[in-house]
Nanobody, 120 residues
């Protein structure tokens, strides 16, 4: 249902680009984005983009991460620049209905997750 890619190992200050394709789900009227979960921590919303282009970023990634979507390809992207030691986690692609706050209880479907590791 979800095809996620782009995770990996990068040095501090490096960049990664996550992609999430949902071939069987129409993105019309749906918000798509990412959550992340580090060991021992709760899953937190990182970024989302609605069907009308409204964008959310958690404060800790503002200015470093950029989310975008290609509705024709049913795909979303998360460009992560200047990665920091606090960014490593499993990043999960997720879908919610437009208008719903980007919070765990509002998520209708989850991807399998991709690991992001930041280490020198």
């Amino acid at each position: 249902q979800f095809v996620e890619s782009g995770g990996g190992l990068v040095q501090p200050g490096g960049s990664l680009r996550l992609s999430c394709r949902v071939p069987e789900i129409t993105l019309d009227y749906n918000t798509i984005g990412w959550f992340r979960q580090a060991p021992g921590k709760e899953r937190e919303g990182v970024s989302s983009i609605s069907s009308d282009g409204s964008i959310y970023y958690v404060d800790s990634v503002k200015g470093r991460f950029t989310i975008s979507r290609d509705n024709a390809m049913n795909t979303a992207y998360l460009q992560m620049n200047n990665l920091k030691p606090e960014d490593p986690a499993v990043y999960y692609c997720a879908i919610a209905s437009d208008g719903d706050t980007w919070l765990y209880p509002n998520i209708r479907a989850w991807g399998q997750g991709t690991q992001v590791t930041v280490s020198s």
